[in-house]
């Protein structure tokens, strides 16, 4: 049986922290000096408005956040899955997920994004008939889902968790053991491997910045994989007891700030290196 953890002040921080940096992450990429604008179709510029002024400061901060901020959004969300299952059947889950998840994505992403995409609809240079940019957003841009897009798939992984629970549980606590008598460093080396494994051989077979789907419920088709695998990382870590055995003081976590700087570099430099070659 999972363990019953306390909520903890610092997780939530964590959330608050990660959520802004989402927002800080799209506010820059209006900025950036790889951004374009294809007033043709506006959907296929790198966003919805591109500043004429530019600067590397936001490049270079797009691309830092950009290789950790959407996996340990994931990660995070696995790490309530068992404690939340424990509370409620697999039908009362599901349906609680589909309203804080499913319906908030199908109101942002109908609503929201209608409004977000119209001065993108005026820089194309088209006329500001709305009966015209409504048609032409569901139908010439096919729905485009914009920054919503995790929640889906965030809803997605639930359902495929609860379809396989009765495969995923067993491996997941048996793996969770593993981690009280782990060092920092293996725990590292074990992300960080795992994370190349699902994630460079699709990169550089459809490239790190395809994105496929139906309608809304896009995707980057070489991350998915990668997410997933970070979401059941949460459920293993959310297995045990992880304020004592993590990030007490006896905890395996390193809480040296120049190791854990030197794990981001060499990370960083792997991933993107591999987005190069």
């Known amino acids: 049986m999972t363990e ?19 927002i800080a992450h799209h506010a820059a990429l209006a900025y950036t000096t790889f951004g374009y604008f294809e007033p043709t179709a506006y959907i296929l510029s790198t966003h919805p408005v591109v500043d004429k002024n530019r600067w ?5 901060f797009v ?6 901020f959407m996996p340990l959004m994931f990660f995070i969300s696995g790490v309530f899955m068992l404690s939340s299952l424990q509370k409620k059947s697999a039908a009362a889950f599901l349906r609680d997920r589909f309203f804080r998840l499913f319906i908030p994505f199908f109101v942002g992403v109908t609503v929201l994004m ?14 500001s008939d709305l009966r015209a940019y409504v048609i032409d957003f569901f139908t010439v841009e096919a729905w485009p889902v914009g920054p919503p897009w995790f929640i889906w798939l965030l809803f997605l992984f639930n359902c495929i968790f609860i379809v396989f629970r009765h495969l995923l549980i067993p491996v997941i606590r048996k793996t969770a053991l593993l981690i009280p008598g782990a060092t920092a460093l293996s725990m ?4 960080f491997l795992g994370g190349c ?4 051989p699709f990169a550089l077979l459809y490239g790190p910045y395809t994105w496929t789907g139906f309608g809304p419920f896009d995707f980057q088709l070489a991350r998915v994989l990668l997410y997933f695998g970070y979401f059941i990382a949460g459920a293993m870590m959310g297995a045990i ?14 809480k040296n700030l120049k190791n854990n700087l030197t794990g981001f570099f060499v990370s960083f430099t792997a991933l993107f290196f591999s987005r190069i070659f």
């Open 114 to 127: 209608l409004i977000a995409y119209y001065p993108a609809w005026l820089l194309a240079g088209k006329h």
């Open 56 to 60: 590397i400061g936001f490049y270079i």
């Open 4 to 22: 019953v953890i306390e909520r903890s002040n610092w997780i939530d921080q964590l959330r608050s922290s990660i959520t802004l940096l989402v």
């Open 63 to 68: 691309s830092v956040i950009d290789t950790f």
């Open 241 to 254: 007891n992880y304020n004592t055995v993590l990030f007490g003081s006896s905890g395996s976590i390193d």
């Open 188 to 191: 590292f080396l074990w992300l």
């Open 197 to 200: 494994v699902l994630y460079v």
